[in-house]
């Protein structure tokens, strides 16, 4: 079957950085994506990766090993305001996304 | 950026009455739209993908008697919960996908709904 996991909370600490892991098992792959989802609002985009390798974007970066079937998302210098829960969704052979539950970040002042 | 719009934000329902949610990309044609459920503390779970044109397609375990959706136009999707029941508050999503080659999916604002 397919399945996205992720653990379900982390807390960290502000101006730190903190890596989140995302695990899949898909048919087929397309790509993985990394979206930032504020309580009470829709998803917004933060990353894509299709090809191996790591992808900085400000204080976000992205990685991927598709051998290993895993990722992460790695958050530097941590703000208040990345408190928010970060889903992992992995395309399958359908480009169909497949979703992690997601990882509630806390962030401790 | 790619920008998809949804109305209402909210609703607040009698139970037995039918809901519509419109969900729209307003600067781009949208060939694909997805609409998702959300339970408080829950991801995100696909209940249909829609293309235009053409009948949509109900995850397992939704009901597309209850779940009416319709994909007339490239930039417009509408969600009908038809009969709505306290159950079925949640917050629904919508996104849409255009003919890049990236499949990036551009979410709605979401619509919390609430049945009485």
């Known amino acids: 079957g397919q399945n996205i996991d992720q653990p379900t909370e982390m807390t960290a600490t502000e101006g730190a950085i903190v890596q989140i892991n995302c695990t899949y098992q898909?048919?087929?792959?397309?790509?993985l994506f990394w979206y930032q989802q504020h309580a009470g609002e829709a998803p917004t985009f933060l990353s894509y990766?299709?090809l191996d390798g790591l992808e900085e974007k400000g204080r976000f970066s992205s990685f991927l090993s598709r051998s290993k079937g895993y990722s992460y998302l790695l958050l530097k210098e941590l703000q208040m305001k990345d408190s928010a829960s970060y889903l992992c969704?992995?395309?399958?052979?359908?480009?169909?996304?497949?979703w992690g539950a997601g990882t509630k970040l806390i962030i401790k002042p | 950026g790619a920008v998809v719009s949804q109305h209402p934000s909210w609703v607040i329902c009698k139970s037995g009455t039918s809901v519509k949610i419109e969900c729209r990309s307003l600067?781009?044609?949208?060939?694909?739209m997805f609409w998702y459920r959300q339970f408080p503390k829950q991801s995100l779970m696909l209940m249909a993908t829609?293309?235009?044109?053409?009948?949509?397609?109900?995850e397992q375990g939704v009901e597309k008697d209850k779940f009416l959706i319709n994909h007339a136009s490239l930039t417009l999707s509408t969600l009908t919960v038809t009969s709505a029941h306290p159950e079925d508050s949640s917050f629904y999503i919508c996104?849409?996908?255009?003919?890049?080659?990236?499949?990036?999916?551009?979410f709605g604002p979401g619509t919390r709904l609430t049945v009485l």
């Open positions: 996104s849409a996908r255009g003919s890049s080659d990236y499949n990036e999916q551009f």
């Open positions: 600067d781009f044609q949208a060939t694909t």
């Open positions: 829609s293309n235009e044109g053409s009948k949509a397609t109900y």
């Open positions: 898909t048919s087929g792959f397309n790509g």
């Open positions: 990766n299709v």
């Open positions: 969704a992995a395309t399958d052979s359908n480009y169909q996304l497949i």
